[in-house]
């Protein structure tokens, strides 16, 4: 199945098309929420504060940064299950306050839901008990 995850930073144009709006972010200042036309925020996916400030403050270069923050995601995937659901439901737009998108965590996100997206897509075609298998085989075989 495939999957749309599109990313954004947060002062980009709304559009009708962006589907769910989640902020994966820590919240953007002053902005209100009705200005962002967020469905979500989801604060908790976002990068811990203090691999933010070493990137920020280029102690860390990108690649690194990127790097730990897989690292953060792998080591609880369950943050990645709201996400996941949301993709289910249809297109999801990712945002963040970061000024390019480049520099952003969202990339990590979106690789790491596409992944598990596709790994529950993959288990769920697999047999898992007997009694499965049993309707997959010819009558004469049972």
Do not use: N
Request: with cysteine; net charge neutral.
């Amino acid at each position: 199945m495939s999957y749309e995850i599109m990313l954004k930073q947060i002062y980009a144009p709304i559009e009708a098309c962006d589907g769910t709006r989640v902020l994966a972010d820590l919240w953007p200042g002053s902005l209100s929420c009705r200005l962002l036309a967020l469905d979500e925020w989801y604060p908790e996916i976002a990068p811990a504060s203090q691999l933010c400030r070493q990137y920020r403050q280029q102690k860390i270069s990108k690649p690194l940064f990127l790097e730990r923050y897989r690292s953060e995601l792998k080591a609880c995937p369950d943050k990645l299950l709201p996400l996941i659901r949301f993709a289910r439901a249809g297109r999801v737009t990712l945002l963040t306050a970061a000024r390019q998108i480049d520099d952003s965590h969202l990339s990590v996100i979106k690789e790491l839901t596409l992944l598990a997206l596709a790994e529950e897509d993959a288990s769920d075609r697999e047999f898992c008990s007997s009694p499965c298998l049993a309707h997959t085989l010819p009558t004469s075989q049972r």
